[in-house]
């Protein structure tokens, strides 16, 4: 407001020259605000940004360029768990995350993520480097989901897709495409 009332007495011709500059100056001297974030050693920066949860850090990567750098490192990504925020987790977060972080994911939490549907679990598929993945209390789970996600996530070694709803291609395709799972719960099934 102070700016945009100096802008309009300088335009009126109220100020002089000199009066203008002092201003001026005195504007490029006053701070902004200091982000201490970006001055801390990287492991600290990364280690507070590990407190948040997934929707905390894709907020802070907004704020600003070097927080978008410190948000997107791949250690942040490596373990990823929605069940914490499984009221906001819905299919555009979780497709979002596949997409965006694929490469760096190995460990997806799902668990209880009433909101997410099986158009958003297909693109997990795609985290080649995914080595758990919960997909337990999740309402139904179809046979294309679980050929998308076996076929694409070949270093899969845990699985727990408990109290889900499914029929019996999906166990067809855990017997044709999960040949290096370790670890299988289906406890709690129905279908």
């Not at 335009?11 to 006053?30: C, F, P």
């Not at 802070?60 to 914490?84: G, H, N, P, Y």
């Not at 209390?137 to 845990?158: E, F, P, R």
């Not at 699985?159 to 290096?180: E, K, P, Q």
Request: aromatic share 8%.
């Amino acid at each position: 407001k102070q700016w945009y009332q100096r802008r309009v007495a300088i335009t009126a011709g109220m100020l002089n020259s000199d009066e203008e500059e002092n201003q001026e100056q005195e504007e490029q001297e006053e701070p902004l605000g200091e982000d201490f974030i970006s001055k801390l050693p990287h492991r600290a920066s990364n280690r507070i940004f590990s407190y948040l949860n997934v929707l905390d850090r894709i907020t802070c990567s907004i704020v600003c360029r070097a927080w978008k750098v410190m948000v997107q490192d791949r250690t942040l990504w490596t373990q990823v768990d929605l069940q914490k925020i499984k009221a906001r987790a819905t299919d555009k977060v979780v497709v979002n995350l596949a997409h965006k972080y694929r490469s760096y994911l190995c460990n997806l939490n799902l668990r209880s993520c009433t909101r997410v549907t099986t158009t958003s679990l297909q693109y997990v598929g795609e985290c080649r480097n995914l080595q758990e993945l919960n997909l337990s209390d999740i309402k139904y789970l179809s046979a294309d989901v679980i050929s998308a996600i076996g076929t694409g996530c070949i270093n899969l070694l845990y699985l727990n897709i408990s109290g889900c709803h499914f029929d019996d291609g999906v166990l067809r395709m855990l017997a044709r495409h999960y040949i290096n799972l370790q670890y299988l719960s289906l406890a709690r099934c129905y279908g």
